[in-house]
């Protein structure tokens, strides 16, 4: 006898990977009809208006059980801001060129296993794990929904949240008008490169102030960032703590050479390599802004604060 029938949102991201995974949606709501459940797909033709889409479909229906993004990281950061702190479950389909936040909590990245795992983890309880809370004067327009209560404006993330070199990539990449596609990134890699330099940080941890100099600084709740750069190799989705990963003052020969190291998590020992961990983490800049789970959060000051057990995801 199969699971009782369940009311599932499915947010869907059409330009995920460049829109080379458009058909992973309607397969994903063919799938979850399939096993009797009432799906509503949504769509939009951009990131805002399928963020306001989701919300009305959340509002409308307070008996949702599960919220469905398909899409990459971006869409993760969408579903997070929409369930965190309101107990409905996030399903993951991984479509995007990074995903992650999915492999962190054990999603296949392959789409169509991705989504014979969702189906099979709506019979399941959720997993339960942290989120981030982000607050400061510079935070951009919040995505709507998030589920704290809270009048202060704020957004979620659960992956990472940069604010050094990575985010000056992100952030530079998206200023370039061409080309369109993944290429950028790699424009804005070998700029940012071209200017490396490290920055002054003034950062606050559960309390305790000081001030460090480094090119790369972030602020991590997963354990990877950009498609499986294990920048946090100890961090635990569910441990209370976020992990603040601090590159010290190096050459720029010697950065290119720490970044292999960063892919297979080698680098933690490193003596130009240091860790701190926080349940709050406050980092501030001149002219730099944060970028969590691939989405631009604002300019800092940025405050993180872990919200244990804020975020329940469909494993």
């Known amino acids: 006898m199969g699971s009782p029938q369940k009311r599932i949102v499915v947010a869907i991201n059409p330009n995920a990977s460049f829109g080379k995974t458009r058909q992973v949606g309607p397969a994903v709501v063919a799938a979850l009809r399939a096993r009797g459940h009432d799906v509503l797909p949504l769509s939009a033709p951009d990131f805002d ?16 059980d599960a919220l469905v993004v398909v ?7 969408l579903g997070v801001n929409l369930v965190a702190g309101t107990g409905i479950p996030l399903g993951i389909i991984p479509a995007g060129t990074g995903n992650d936040f999915a492999t962190g909590v054990g999603i ?8 014979a795992f969702l189906c099979d983890a709506l019979e399941r309880e959720p997993r339960v794990v942290d989120a981030a809370r982000v607050t400061g004067p ?9 589920g704290s209560g809270s009048a202060e404006p704020h957004r979620w993330f659960a992956g990472v949240l940069s604010a050094g070199f990575d985010a000056a990539v992100n952030e530079r990449a998206n200023r370039l008008r061409r080309p369109k596609g993944a290429s950028r990134y790699v424009i804005a890699l070998v700029a940012e490169l071209v200017a490396l330099k490290p920055r002054h940080y003034r950062l606050e941890i559960d309390g305790e102030s000081f001030e460090v100099d480094s090119p790369l600084l972030s602020v991590a ?3 990877t960032i950009g498609g499986g750069m294990k920048i ?39 003596p130009i390599v240091e860790f701190r961990r926080g349940r709050r983490v406050s980092v501030d800049a001149e002219g730099i802004a944060g970028y969590a789970d691939g989405e631009r959060f604002g300019a ?10 804020a975020l329940a995801v469909l494993v």
């Open 49 to 64: 208006g399928l963020v306001r889409v989701a919300r009305q479909a959340l509002d409308s229906d307070p008996v949702t």
């Open 71 to 77: 899409g990459g990281d971006g869409m993760v950061n």
């Open 108 to 115: 296949p990245t392959d789409t169509d296993a991705a989504t």
């Open 138 to 146: 510079g935070l951009d327009a919040p995505a709507q929904g998030s």
């Open 221 to 223: 709740n997963n354990t």
């Open 232 to 270: 946090a190799p100890d961090a635990l989705l569910d441990d209370g703590l976020l992990d603040v990963f601090i590159v010290k003052p190096v050459s720029k020969v010697r950065f290119i050479r720490l970044f292999p190291k960063v892919f297979s998590g080698t680098h933690a020992g490193l």
């Open 300 to 309: 800092l000051p940025l405050t993180v604060e872990l919200v244990p057990g």
